[in-house]
């Protein structure tokens, strides 16, 4: 769950972390609206300064003008629904921290610069020595020797506050199953250090366990975009794109296979919808209700299964219950083995679907079918 | 020999009389695999498929002997199990559940590498040594004895080119699946290293997918160690660019982690590079 | 720091572990006595219920007779100068919880046994398969399955309550720089589980950073006992004896080697007094004046050091100056040796004092001169 | 050979511009032993007896190498600087303060636990192997290379029977003395082992007190393991029961901690008991 930032704002609150004082408005007849302030959409896209979508303002006139003007905007698809309108900061220095981990290396990852407020993303690549990289154990977390390693590199004189504010970035990154805690940039003004960002994602697995908080933000972000909180998801991934062949793998390895498979034989897929590799009849039957929900003009449909831990059995009745209970008109291609194939074929054949082995085989024939109905 | 596993390993099944627990065990059994112990706490005393099932590992390890842990607990206490199984004195972990929280995975990983402890995964098909071990979920028929070593992040894919392979009359002395997470305990480069030392492997089939750095790493690893001929399959070359596609290492960071820069990586390292299944066993065929 | 009972139990309160409620009477006459209660001595020593420092009573009456009958008390050399009245428990079942260190494995170690109540000391002894000993990591404490296996072992029915509690009395070892947390019994009642009494001991190695806390008790402890707090007293440990022949060491081991040659040459030393390895000038005049002032009437002073980290010339400046200060008639056998030997070999000479080299002959002669002494 | 200390030690001094720091410095660099660093965070560029001071331990090692640290820092300050050079990558911590607080000392002893670190202390005088290196408190004047292991929990008792040794002309091949707290990083059986698989050492003396199993969990070791003939020396014979004399670990706890039942222990062994430091040295010539 990604974080709008004035939500990101509220948990810095919260853990003791300084942020400037603001208000979140919907309209520009809204009489939060203060100026001198900065006014800043809420999206959960980054770039959003670069597209426009912050406004210094000096006067309350400027303050509804730009407040007109940014919730108009549309910013990476995203259509801007909130801001939040904040007291101006008097910025000395700029600097970028953040707490995340490392995946490959298996360690969470402190990385600060001094090259704040900047995009952090060109910094990495054009001069990746600005960035310090410093690996932390999780529970050790933030020794006093990081802390000076951290302060020293970014050249920061009082280090008491910052060691103050850094311990409690850490403890937001672990009480809250934080992936991902930025601040860029962190300023140092006149009375201190100020949070002027908050970029925060709660990790989604973390959600049983922190119900309260989710709950409480994906309301939040719900009455802003209007939309319905969304359920958790399990383990599908569906990524809409842009073709006629409708797919459902098992597996993300033989999903992103049977995509360059697909492309390889001159078609394109609709889709790509990944059901993991621990699924149920349910979770099989949710899938294909999402390509077709998603997807109704496909002119093919390509489930690539090969069992480890699910079952075929499974698998095969979460197929033929979806066919029952919907018209489902164009052809089906279905690759499946593994565990419990020889059940699931026989399923498969009661229904009177048919069944394929070869997954190139399935693919030429899901491309062909997508060809023909066109 | 094979890696990882093999005729010597001992299983402790964590998780045993769940649903996932019950219907795997079986299957590592079937397999001929060797489970000892299961471990469910509060279910002392009962057996699943003729199992004995202890409260804890440390209670189980006092009464049999276990030298590797397949867990099926539900992620919110996996780190819990894990934990326990390492501190009764496991040193091989096969984590299978996806959903594990991050900071769990990353504690485990902590508490392991400071015991010497191997983790496999989270979110891991596991491990088959064929016609020896089976610890995982890979699907028995789709392997067979022989010589080639494969290594994964995705077990779907794993079985799929495993099943190519064997089809086409070419066997696997193990097959490692690394785990679909945004986070893994074991990487390509740690089973490829295990693989160049391993007697009973004469060629190494590494399977990668967009995102990410370790195919990279292990193509640097490869140039400069591995004296065994290497066949690597990327997957992901028709994926949107900056879109996730379910592993969350699948995110295309920058160029580093296109299918493209992979495949170049490899090659340079002298890693023959396939786009098919097929194509992986033609080039294990020529390789003699 | 030792804590009494009524302190270990306010910090038991804090922490949110159940106690009985109660009230501290330092006179038969407090409005505070009520009945049934019971009336318990507040010692810092164990074993006062075996001594008669505890009693169960129905009336006000039954109250004030034990008040006056135990403040009348002396437990193993201790006045008793306070009382806590508590309330009855409904015990149902009884339990000891502790957790401590094990100094020679290095980790921290839970202790429970279903035998609670009892002298557990003599259950160790006895019957050590009734007391398990669970070592714990110390970052990361307190796991489930370590609570589940402590459970098991006690019986306890009730699992989330205790886990509760073995987790807070774990936070409170950690927290609290503390080296014992002891609940002896700990028990199940009607209304779960309490902690009956309390015995926790603080590091005084962490009196710098707990000092509010070593403030807050050691003024309370001064209060009922009318002595005034003690002061941090360093490296120096001292431990009166019935002898006469003064002892001054730079080193436990080498104190209790001279203590050995004392008696086996047929002396008997007055005190152990050992500095630490890495002392000072101040040290060394604050170690003759702790043996001076305690022990007025020894007959030799035997001084043995080796110096390692600790210079000679600063020993024999300590040494010196007390002579200075102090008109010190009896023999003085100073055994002196290591770092800056020959500095201090100057001191010593220049202010007329005798330096042994050999430490038998200086043992030898300090016995031979309290005899002379008699 | 020499054990844990000798020529190819490098050593990073922590907290090297205090008071201690430097007279230690000092010394060491006197007896020869190579220092390659100092840290005292805030004072990077300047020099100690000529050893560059850095500003971490990660600093340093990125300019210079060590492979052993010895720290001077405050008691308050010591579990983060072990924990600075443990993550640095040394491998030897020898923590000579006294009065770090307990939970320092416990979380200290994890973390080196998990990444194969040796600690000696807290509260220890160090090691000394004459002739070669001198890691810690010993004077240098008491010492003489040769063939005799020497261990002890008390530095100063260490001094003691080394120079009465070396008077009577028997030199050492290591002197390790263990810290007087509560809690020991390395155990006299520790150290044991190590001089047993020692070819420089052909005689061990152990120097032991009342309280704690440490001598008596040695014994057993000795008796089982090794081969080498042992002295042993139990001091605190005259010490009243159940009075603490300062070390934490000299309380008597039970008959098992007494210095009678140790001697007994030590003597059934194998091992010969004596009672003064002129003793272990007729021992030891007895011993050809």
């Known amino acids: 769950m990604k974080l709008y930032e004035f939500q990101g704002k509220a948990l810095f609150k919260e853990a003791g972390i300084p942020v400037p004082r603001g208000v979140i408005v919907t309209s520009s007849d809204s009489s939060g609206l203060f100026a001198p302030s900065v006014v800043k959409a809420q999206v959960l896209s980054g770039g959003r300064g670069k597209a426009g979508g912050v406004a210094l303002v000096s006067t309350i006139e400027e303050a509804r003008e730009a407040a007109d003007s940014i919730l108009a905007m549309e910013l990476k698809g995203e259509p801007v629904k909130a801001l939040l309108v904040e007291e101006k900061a008097d910025i000395i220095r700029e600097f970028y921290l953040a707490v995340t981990f490392d995946g490959e290396a298996g360690t969470p990852l402190f990385m600060a610069s001094a090259e704040g407020g900047m995009d952090i993303e060109a910094v990495a690549e054009k001069t990746p020595e600005k960035i310090l990289k410093l690996p932390a154990d999780p529970l050790w977390g933030v020794t006093d020797y990081k802390i000076r390693a951290l302060a020293d590199f970014l050249g920061i004189e009082d280090k008491r506050a910052f060691a103050d504010l850094v311990r409690k970035v850490w403890k937001l990154f672990r009480e809250k199953d934080a992936v991902l805690v930025e601040i860029n940039p962190l300023v140092l003004t006149g009375s201190g250090l100020v949070a002027l960002d908050s970029k925060i994602e709660i990790d989604d697995n973390a959600r049983p366990r922190l119900k309260a908080l989710f709950d409480e933000k994906l309301a939040e972000q719900a009455a802003i975009t209007g939309a319905v909180p969304e359920e958790d998801s399990g383990t599908i991934t569906y990524v809409p794109l842009e073709g006629d062949v409708g797919l459902i793998s098992d597996g993300a390895g033989t999903g992103m296979l049977s995509l360059d498979l697909i492309r390889d034989m001159g078609g394109e897929a609709a889709d790509f919808c990944e059901m993991g590799g621990l699924t149920s009849p349910e979770v099989m039957y949710a899938a294909m209700d999402r390509v077709f929900s998603d997807k109704p003009r496909i002119k093919s449909l390509l489930v690539v299964l090969i069992g480890g831990f699910n079952r075929m059995d499974e698998m095969a009745e979460g197929i033929t219950s979806y066919v029952r209970d919907h018209k489902v008109s164009i052809p089906l291609v279905v690759r499946l083995c593994g565990t419990m194939e020889e059940e699931g074929k026989v399923i498969m054949k009661e229904a009177g679907l048919p069944v394929y082995d070869d997954l190139l085989t399935a693919v030429a024939d899901a491309v062909r079918h997508s060809g023909e109905g066109r | ?288």
């Open chain 2, 1 to 288: 020999m094979a890696i990882l596993a093999d005729r010597n390993t001992r299983v402790l099944v964590q998780g045993i009389t769940g649903k996932s627990g019950i219907l795997q065990t079986r299957s590592l059994i079937d397999y001929g695999t060797i489970v000892t112990a299961g471990v469910t706490p509060g279910k002392a005393g009962t057996t699943v498929e003729g199992v004995p099932v202890f409260n804890s590992a440390a209670e189980a390890l006092e009464r049999v002997e276990a030298n590797a842990a397949i867990s099926f607990v539900p992620p919110l206490f996996a780190k819990d199990a894990a934990m326990e199984a390492m501190e009764a004195g496991i040193k091989l972990i096969v984590l299978t559940m996806e959903g594990i929280p991050n900071h769990d995975v990353l504690d485990i990983l902590a508490y392991a590498s400071g015991r010497g402890v191997r983790v496999l995964g989270p979110g891991t098909a596991g491990i088959i040594s064929p016609g020896k071990c089976k610890l995982g979920a890979h699907p028995a028929r789709m392997y067979r004895e022989g010589k080639v070593g494969v290594v994964s992040k995705s077990g779907a894919l794993s079985y799929e080119v495993s099943k190519t392979l064997t089809d086409a009359g070419i066997g696997q002395s193990t097959v490692v699946a690394l785990g679909g997470g945004p986070i893994w305990g074991t990487t390509q480069l740690d089973v490829i290293k295990l693989f160049n030392e391993d007697p009973e492997t004469e060629a190494i089939v590494l399977l990668g997918e967009i995102g990410g750095g370790t195919e990279t790493a292990a193509a640097e690893y490869i140039a400069g160690h591995v004296t065994k001929p290497v066949v690597s399959l990327i997957v992901g070359r028709a994926a949107p660019e900056g879109r996730s596609l379910g592993h969350a290492g699948a995110i295309i960071r920058g160029r580093a982690g296109t299918a493209e820069s992979k495949m170049k990586a490899l090659e340079e390292a002298g890693a023959l590079v396939a786009t098919t299944p097929a194509r992986v066993v033609e080039l294990i065929r020529k390789l003699g």
